[in-house]
């Protein structure tokens, strides 16, 4: 049976369940050579605009935005990464934001 880490850092208990709450950050590990991290986002800014935005460099396999303010792109090749990171960073987005796009690090934990 495996077993979640316990989150060490709270001590909580899950609310629906009365056990400890696991952590939360290892529960997904993402290909972090097929996956772009993307900064300065607008507030308003949705999962389908990514979506459209970045599915010309290739298949877009997730988009997690986190905070409304940067996201993790996931692609199913390294190539749509390397586009995606020389066709997007440094550009302007859908409300005049300038985007950071690039390669994630080498261990992307993320839920």
Known sequence: MDEKPVDSRSGSKDKMTDEPRRSRSRE???????????R????????????EAFGKFG????VDIKHNRYAF???????AVQKAVE???GKKFINGEVLNVQRSSKYSFHD
């Open 73 to 79: 792109i996931d692609f199913d090749t390294e190539e």
């Open 40 to 51: 300065g986002l607008d507030r308003d800014t949705k999962d389908r605009d990514l979506e």
């Open 87 to 89: 066709g997007m960073d």
């Open 28 to 38: 997904k590990f993402h290909d972090t050579q097929k996956q772009v991290y993307v």
């Open 59 to 62: 298949r877009v396999l997730s």
